[in-house]
């Protein structure tokens, strides 16, 4: 069984302007050969993708958010990570990380990704 564990959001807010590095420890499964991806859902709205890297680290950005938002991968800690700079009060979002362990195909469909963890709460202050 794989389970994911986001840290580094939580009850604290972030000024606008700063930066915050999540990051999700991934356990079960060969995490290597997994592609993760981090999406997020803001209050009333639906989950939508953010980025996802493959296992080759191939990136893939949601539109507008490359530049501010880079995902990466370590292989050896199982854990991927969100490094986000020049956050936004529409930042604002439980930050999801998914895998796909079946790796069909590299989007960033919440169809393709069979696992989640349990969010993290982002919050930005203007």
């Known amino acids: 069984q794989v389970q994911l564990v986001e840290f580094g959001g939580g009850g604290g807010s972030v000024p606008a302007g700063g930066s915050l590095i999540l990051a999700c420890e991934v356990s079960g499964g060969t995490f290597s050969t997994f592609s993760m991806g981090w999406f997020r859902q803001a209050p009333g709205k639906e989950r939508k993708f953010v980025v996802a890297i493959n296992q080759n680290g191939t990136r893939l950005y949601a539109n507008l958010l490359e530049g501010r938002f880079t995902i990466s991968r370590d292989n050896i800690k199982n854990t991927v990570y969100l490094q986000m700079v020049s956050l936004k009060p529409e930042d604002t979002a439980v930050y999801y990380c998914?895998?796909?362990?079946?790796?069909?195909?590299?989007?960033?469909?919440?169809?393709?990704?069979?696992?989640w963890g349990q969010g993290t709460q982002v919050t930005v202050s203007s």
């Open positions: 998914a895998a796909d362990t079946n790796n069909v195909l590299f989007t960033g469909r919440r169809a393709e990704y069979d696992y």
